[in-house]
C-alpha cells in the first residue's frame, strides 16, 4: 500500500485531495504546521473528520527569517507565499526520508492564488524542496505534468481531478457527494494575508528593522502606537486585555487605570543591545502611554491624572498631567 504525506490545512481543497488519495487504497498521514501566525486547529479537525493521523510541527523561528526577508517577495500583504511553501515541503522531505512516504499530497488548484499557484510558482517550490516529481496535487493532476508518482502507478491519475481558477463550485459539490459534514471556509488561515496586520507589521518594520519575532506577534493585539524605540498598545477589549497581560514578559511595562474599568496598554521597547533604557526615554514613552490608557478608558475617568504601573520593579502611580 502507498504511504502519502498530505499537507493538511484543515481547508475544504486539502481534505479533498486526502480524501481522494485514502479512496485509491493510500494510507494518508496529515502534515500540518504552526506559527504565530497560523495554527494547527483546523487541520485537526480536518484529520478527525477524515479518520488519518496528523503530524503537527512548529516552524516558527526559520518560518519568521522568510517572512522578513522572502527570496520570492510578498504575496498582495506580507504573505511570502512561495517561500513559505518551499519551507513546508522541505520538512515534508525530511519526514518523507525519515518515515518512508512514498510521496508528498498538497490540496492545490491550479490559479486559485495568482501569486503561488501557477504553473510557474508550482514549480519553484518543487525546486526549494528538492522534491521534484514527488509532490502531487489531486485537484488539478490532470492539468500538470505527470509525475512520478502517477508513471509507477501509485495513484491512477485517471481518477484524479482537473479543477482551475477561483471558483469553489467543484469542491463543494465534490464534498457534498463525499459526505463532508464540516469544513473550513476559505481564507483567514493565515495572519500574515489579513490587510490590517500587514500595516501594523510594515510600521514596525519603518520604526525598527531589527524586530524579532516577539514584536511581531506582540503587535496583534490592541491598538498600535510605534515611535522610535518603542511601542505600545492599549486593549481594545476585554480578551485583548487578557492577551496583553499573557504576552508581555520582564522587559515590558503594563500600565491601566486604577479602581475603575479600563484598558491594559503593554509598553514594550526595543533593544539592539542589553543596555538599560534611558531614563529620558523611559519617562516620556510611560507618559505617552499612559496619556493613552486614560484616552481610551471610560468617559467617566477620563479626568484622572494617575495611572498605574506594573514593572520589573513592582507597581506604582504615575501623573499625567
Known amino acids: 500500500m502507498p504511504k502519502a504525506l498530505v499537507l493538511l490545512s484543515g481547508g475544504l481543497d486539502s481534505m ?27 487541520a485537526e479537525k480536518a484529520s478527525k473528520q477524515l ?30 507565499c512561495i517561500d513559505c511553501h518551499g519551507l513546508m515541503f522541505k520538512k515534508a522531505k525530511d519526514l518523507v526520508k525519515k518515515e518512508g512516504f512514498d510521496f508528498v499530497a498538497t490540496g492545490e488548484v491550479l490559479g486559485q492564488r495568482p501569486m503561488s499557484q ?3 510558482a508550482l514549480k519553484i517550490v518543487e525546486k526549494l524542496s528538492g522534491l521534484e516529481g514527488k509532490i502531487l496535487r489531486p485537484m488539478s493532476a490532470k492539468l500538470l ?36 459534514k464540516k469544513y473550513a471556509t476559505p481564507g483567514g488561515g493565515c495572519l500574515l494575508t489579513d490587510p490590517g496586520y500587514a500595516l ?35 486593549g481594545r477589549k476585554h480578551e485583548e486585555n487578557l492577551e496583553l497581560k499573557k504576552v508581555a514578559d520582564k522587559n515590558d511595562i503594563l500600565l491601566e487605570v486604577k479602581e475603575v474599568p479600563g ?38 475617568v477620563r ?19
Request: hydrophobic letters at 40%; aromatic letters at 10%.
Open 200 to 234: 501594523r507589521f510594515k510600521k514596525l518594520r519603518e520604526a525598527f528593522p531589527y524586530f524579532d519575532l516577539k514584536e511581531a506577534e506582540l503587535i496583534k493585539y490592541g491598538r498600535l502606537f510605534v515611535e522610535k524605540d518603542y511601542l505600545f498598545l492599549v
Open 51 to 80: 479518520g488519518i493521523p496528523l503530524k503537527v510541527i512548529d516552524i516558527s523561528k526559520e518560518h519568521f527569517e522568510i517572512v522578513k526577508k522572502p527570496q520570492y517577495g510578498y504575496g498582495k500583504n506580507v504573505n511570502p
Open 16 to 42: 479533498l485531495a486526502a480524501k481522494l488519495l485514502t479512496d485509491q487504497g493510500v494510507a494518508v498521514t496529515g502534515l500540518t504546521f504552526t506559527t504565530p501566525f497560523f495554527g494547527a486547529k483546523k
Open 118 to 120: 501557477n504553473k510557474q
Open 303 to 321: 479626568d484622572l491624572d494617575k495611572v498605574k504601573v506594573v514593572d520589573l520593579e513592582g507597581e506604582e502611580e504615575i501623573a499625567i498631567k
Open 263 to 300: 484598558p491594559i496598554t503593554l509598553l514594550h521597547f526595543f533593544r539592539v543591545t542589553k543596555q538599560p533604557i534611558p531614563a529620558v526615554t523611559k519617562k516620556t514613552a510611560l507618559k505617552k502611554a499612559a496619556e493613552r490608557t486614560v484616552r481610551y478608558a471610560n468617559q467617566k
Open 145 to 180: 505534468d505527470e509525475t512520478e508518482i502517477e508513471k509507477k502507478e501509485l495513484v491512477n491519475r485517471d481518477r484524479l481531478l482537473s479543477i482551475k481558477g477561483k471558483s469553489r463550485k467543484e469542491q463543494i459539490a465534490l464534498a457534498k457527494k463525499l459526505g463532508f
